[in-house]
Structures are given as C-alpha cells and as structure tokens.
C-alpha cells in the first residue's frame, strides 16, 4: 500500500524567504504526482502537476521536482509572501491497478507572517 | 465559470441519524469522486463516479456508507446511522474524464470547498 508523508508538518517563517517542502512516497511506481493548496475552510487548488517521465515543473514562483526511483518530491516556494500562507499537500496517482486513485499526505501548514 | 459545490457547508447531527450530502460538479465533467478529510490529515478516497455509474466504491468504510450519482450530475453521500468517528469534511471531486479502459486520464481533478459533518 503506498504511502505518502510530508516533513516538515508545520512551518512558519518571515516573508521574503525560499522555501522547500518535501514530500516522500514508498512506492516508486507512479504515474504522476501532484502538488496543491488548501485554505483554511476551502477545497483543494491545483499548484503542480508532474508526470512520471519528468523532472520538475515550474509556476511563478513555484517550482515542483520528482525523483521517482528515490521516491521524493520537493516543492520549493521563492520569496515567499503572507498570501502562500496554507496548507500544502502532495498526491501520487499509482502506475496500475484499480482506479488509480490517489493517495494524498498530511500536508505541510505554512505561515508565513509579515 | 462555475466551480464544484458543495451544500451544506456545515452539517451537525446526533449520533444515529442519516445524513446526505450533496455536491454538484462542474458541468459537463463525466469523473466525480469523493473524498473524506480528517483534522490533520490527508484526503482518503471513498467513491469514484464515471457518468452514472461507481466504478470503484473500495474506499468506502462500510455499509452505512452510500452514494448516487442519478442522473451523471449531481451526486449524494448518504451515511446511515452516523457514528462520532464519522466527523470529518467530505470532499468532491470532478473532473473532465476518468480512467476507462485501463487509461489514465491526466486531469486535474477540481475540488468543491467541503462539507465539514459534525456528529454529536
């Protein structure tokens, strides 16, 4: 069964800072991985999405890599404003099997105070 | 355009009563999933719609557990004889297509914001 965890849990650092938040998967076999956003009381946004063949993509300030043979994705925020303040969750889609249902982690709280 | 609904937005019952839930996709999207969100936690899949049928209903957690999708639309949750663990937002989920055949489909599923149940 695949799982997905997500370090740090919680993060709360000063505007104008990079940041990374990492995302790690036991089972390699994905078909994609998929970054998003969740505001307090909201639904989920898409930020990221990452195909198996591919090594990072990129959004504004948002820049998303997979090393899927090593099971790790990183999301790395650049100067980062009070607005990034949510919660960030990664999801993986398996290669096979069933639906192809993702599986998502606990997420990551950023704050990021003025 | 219009993103996915949800309604209620928030839902308190009393242990052992029945309670639906409804979401309303974006129109025209044939995929409809739904999810369950505990604090702290990620999504975890409960049902998965194609038009109107479940084409995977695995992550559902037991019997008391139910939904519908009529018409290809709308869809209801249904939880019978709710229980205080049952507490979570329920999520949904559209998206354009879904996987048939054994494909993928690679797009990006819309989330509604939830309907967060409290059982008392």
């Known amino acids: 069964k695949q799982e997905v965890t997500q370090i740090p849990a919680a993060l709360s650092v000063p505007e104008g800072e990079n940041l990374v938040l990492n995302c790690s998967f036991t089972?390699?076999?994905?078909?994609?991985l998929q970054w998003f956003r969740q505001d307090p009381g909201k639904g989920l946004t898409s930020l990221l999405l990452?195909?198996?063949?591919?090594r990072e993509q990129t959004s504004g300030r948002l820049n998303a890599s997979l090393d899927k043979s090593s099971g790790r994705s990183t999301l790395y925020i650049a100067a980062s404003q009070p607005g990034d303040s949510a919660t960030y969750l990664c999801a993986v889609r398996p290669e096979s099997g069933g639906s192809y249902i993702p599986t998502f982690g606990r997420g990551t709280s950023l704050i990021v105070h003025p | 355009g219009a993103g996915v609904s949800q309604t209620p937005s928030n839902k308190v019952t009393e242990k052992g009563k029945y309670v639906e839930l409804r979401c309303d996709p974006i129109s025209g999207h044939t995929a409809l999933y739904w999810y369950r969100q505990s604090l702290g936690q990620g999504p975890e899949f409960l049902i998965y719609?194609?038009?109107?049928?479940?084409?995977?209903d695995s992550g559902l957690p037991n019997d008391r557990f139910f939904a519908v999708r009529p018409e290809g639309s709308v869809s209801t949750l249904k939880i019978q004889r709710t229980e205080r663990g049952d507490s979570a937002v329920y999520l949904c989920?559209?998206?354009?297509?879904?996987?048939?055949?054994?494909?993928?489909?690679?797009?990006?599923?819309?989330f509604g914001p939830g309907t967060r149940l409290t059982v008392l």
């Open positions: 089972d390699s076999a994905i078909y994609n």
């Open positions: 989920a559209s998206s354009l297509r879904g996987t048939s055949g054994g494909t993928h489909s690679t797009d990006t599923q819309y």
């Open positions: 719609f194609q038009g109107t049928g479940a084409a995977d």
């Open positions: 990452i195909q198996s063949s591919q």
